[in-house]
């Protein structure tokens, strides 16, 4: 069971409409679908994210959420399983795997598992919370998933248990040996019968649409784990240290059976370190232009920056690249460092050198603020390696500490508390993260709160607090991403900027005052003037209906950019 992402007190039907909401095809659940198989066991996944959606786009005006509690009811019916595992990656997903749970114990006295890196993650929290969840299968369970249910069935000594958890008389109990698959045993997904080519018409598979036109996507995984250990990322406690690799034709027959079966036309890489060995990552792209695919690709989960060579670079972009994530974090050295990211600021402006020679690649830097300890001068220094790296776009996050992870250990917080409370993290919660910006600005429409460029202050060695943090996050948000355009000149670096904008004006959030101002900019620049009247309009209608728009108008100057508006106090 995969359930749905949003829950129902957060849904909401024009984002859905806009395909704000993931809808990735269930990588994990077909991965272990195909394991039980080849073990000799039936297996069906069942969608619940997927039935909600598609439920919005047929019936946008009957629209039930409890949709989903059907669709779970008649997959039941007809399946009639013997064990229900419910699949779930993020903290945010925690309600909803503790919702379906509940559902399918209303319905029938099956055993229900829970699986994922959530639960990996926080297993015991999980399982006290979650009282209808009898136990949790760890980390990646392709092996130990059916060999769980040759245990069950007399096939294989109990010995043989691994990678699971549960509570036995209220204690917490837990296998936690590890039997991960090895290279040979890395097996493709099988995917049942969801209609995979469906999904990318549903939401978001990737962060590239706005980049591929009408290519429908879908997504794989060439490798598995991470060479490094970011003491944020929750990556090698999930799949161990180091990184597997699949054999590159083996991957590439997957790709080929995406576009031959469902008729994908572009890949988002679900690896976490894509470009792991050059050799190998340099064959999988030259095997991609062997078999002539027509595809195009993206790495929406980043690529270790110093990882990009030149050759490596030139099969990327010769195998369909259009669009790279690369990770920065932050522009302290001293942060670097502490957080083990495996890059430095020499090595970001490698890459950079090297990405210039392919203005056409959409690039973006992925950013973090809030790190413990993180001043103000440190986040000024981030600013500034944005500034002068100069990519596309900088996604921006503000730290939630994971479960399991070092920098969460270093903390005070437990693992119920995250449950209770499960922020924004990981770069998936983009939405999250937008959806608690537009409430705000809908709070403050009419009376926001002071705001002022903290960046420019004299003490910069000040540690801001967690209530600032938002309004840090705007400030660092702007400075990188729009500022720049002001003083923009190259007609592909603005074309890049129009397609962004765009998809944050017209998808993504909703009466932007800032991005439609911004988009008007890039469009006079690149002589669309019509186009650039409507979106200045717009910007000036959102800003006049807002207190919220006002007053950050005021703080960057901006007003002189608007004709007929004049700046308000703040
Ligand atoms: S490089 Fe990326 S995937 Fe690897 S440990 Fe760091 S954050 Fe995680």
Redesign the pocket.
């Known amino acids: 069971m995969v359930p749905p992402e949003a829950t129902e007190e957060d849904f909401n039907i024009a984002l859905a409409l806009n395909r704000r909401y993931w809808a990735y095809p269930p990588y994990g659940a077909a991965i272990l679908a195909r394991s039980l198989k080849n073990s000799g066991y039936a297996a069906a996944i069942v969608d619940l994210n997927y039935e909600i959606l598609s439920h919005v786009f047929e019936k946008p005006h009957e629209f039930s959420y409890e949709i989903w509690k059907k669709a779970l009811g008649k997959s039941l019916e007809s399946f009639r399983p013997d064990l229900i595992g419910i699949s779930c990656m993020f903290t945010m997903g925690h309600m909803n795997m503790k919702r379906v749970a509940e559902e399918v114990k209303r319905l029938c006295d099956l055993p229900v598992a829970a699986g994922g890196v959530h639960p990996t993650n926080a297993p015991e929290a999980v399982l006290r919370d979650c009282p209808d969840i009898d136990f949790i299968g760890l980390y990646e369970c392709d092996q130990s998933l059916p060999a769980l249910f040759d245990v069950v069935n007399g096939k294989q000594p109990e010995t043989e248990l691994s990678q699971v958890a549960m509570l036995i008389g209220g204690d917490f109990v837990s296998f936690n040996e590890r039997t991960p698959p090895k290279l040979d045993e890395i097996l493709p997904p099988d995917y049942c019968e969801l209609a995979i080519g469906k999904y990318d018409g549903l939401g978001q598979v990737g962060t590239y649409r706005f980049m591929r036109e009408n290519r429908t996507a879908a997504s794989c995984l060439a490798v598995r784990g991470?060479?490094?250990?970011?003491s944020?990322?929750?990556?090698?406690s999930f799949n161990g240290s180091g990184v597997r690799t699949r054999e590159v034709v083996l991957v590439v027959d997957e790709v080929e059976r995406l576009v031959h079966d469902y008729g994908i036309k572009h890949i988002t890489w679900l690896d976490?370190?894509l470009l792991f060995n050059e050799m190998r990552a340099t064959a999988l792209f030259n095997e991609i232009i062997r078999r002539k695919m027509n595809l195009t690709w993206d790495a929406s989960?980043?690529v270790?920056a110093a990882a990009i060579t030149p050759g490596l670079l030139h099969a990327m972009v010769e195998s369909g690249c259009i669009g790279l994530n690369i990770?920065i974090?932050s522009g302290s050295p001293k942060i670097l460092q502490e957080v083990?990211?495996?890059?430095t600021v020499d090595s970001f402006r490698k890459a950079k050198y090297l990405l210039a020679a392919y203005p056409y690649l959409f690039i973006k830097g992925?950013l973090m603020m809030g790190f413990p300890g993180e001043t103000l001068g440190q986040m000024k220094e981030t600013v500034n390696l944005a500034l002068e790296l100069g990519f596309d776009w900088y996604p921006l996050q503000i730290l939630n500490p994971l479960p399991s992870t070092e920098i969460f250990g270093s903390l005070t917080q437990d693992c119920g508390s995250v449950i209770a409370n499960p922020g924004t993290g990981g770069w998936m919660a983009g939405i999250f993260q937008s959806l608690n910006l537009r409430r705000r600005e809908e709070s403050e429409k009419a009376n926001a709160r002071k705001f002022f460029d903290r960046l420019q202050g004299k003490d910069l060695d000040i540690v801001p607090s967690k209530e600032d943090l938002a309004d840090l996050w705007f400030l660092m948000d702007y400075k990188i991403n729009y500022e720049p355009i002001l003083d923009m000149e190259n007609p592909v670096k603005l074309e890049n900027k129009r397609k962004i904008l765009r998809d944050i004006c017209d998808r993504i959030s909703h009466a932007n005052a800032l991005g439609n101002l911004f988009l008007s900019l890039t469009e006079r620049k690149l002589r669309s003037f019509a186009e650039a009247d409507r979106r200045m309009a717009l910007a000036k209608q959102f800003l006049d209906e807002s207190d919220y728009w006002q007053k950050r108008f005021a703080v960057f100057g901006l007003y002189r950019h608007l004709s007929g508006c004049e700046a308000k106090a703040v």
Do not use: L, M, T
């Open positions: 991470c060479r490094a250990k970011c944020f990322c929750s990556v090698r976490d370190d989960n980043g270790i990770g974090e083990h990211k495996p890059g992925f």
